[in-house]
């Protein structure tokens, strides 16, 4: 499993990577973390995940 944090403000990182911890465990998948200009609707971060079955 792969996973891409998209963030439109990348002072967001702590708490993200906070939460993010919480939810994937001890032993997290590989992650790539970018800043974007901004999301539709005022999203303020955007997760994509690509695993295997």
């Given at each position: 499993?792969?996973?891409?944090?998209?963030?439109?403000?990348?002072?967001?990182?702590?708490?993200?990577?906070?939460?993010?911890?919480?939810?994937?465990?001890?032993?997290?998948?590989?992650?790539?973390?970018?800043?974007?200009?901004?999301?539709p609707g005022g999203a303020r971060i955007e997760i994509e995940a690509i695993a295997s079955v």
């Open positions: 499993m792969k996973t891409t944090v998209f963030l439109v403000d990348f002072a967001d990182f702590p708490g993200m990577n906070d939460v993010y911890r919480t939810h994937v465990g001890d032993l997290p998948p590989a992650r790539s973390t970018v800043a974007v200009k901004d999301f």
